[in-house]
């Protein structure tokens, strides 16, 4: 999960896993996987940087990589 904040200040936690885009309008507007939209303050690189820190929290990004290493 990753904390964001809506234009009203209101923080809440999003599941990274859900997330489809991430669009600048020029507000940061975040698409999931079901077709929601979600409007939030933080610019889409500091979006972007959660995710992959979040990621790598959990251990998905050194598995992906350990993935992409088997296949070669």
């Known amino acids: 999960m990753i904390k ?4 009203n200040g209101d923080s ?3 599941n990274a896993f859900m997330i489809e885009q991430i669009q600048s309008y020029p507000d940061t507007t975040i698409t999931l996987i079901n077709g929601k939209k979600i409007v939030v303050k933080e610019a889409e690189l500091v979006v972007v940087e ?3 820190s979040y990621y790598q929290r959990i251990g998905i990004v ?3 990589s350990e993935v992409g290493k088997s296949s070669e």
């Open 12 to 14: 809440f936690s999003l």
């Open 4 to 7: 964001l904040t809506r234009l």
């Open 62 to 64: 050194h598995s992906l």
């Open 50 to 52: 959660l995710i992959t």
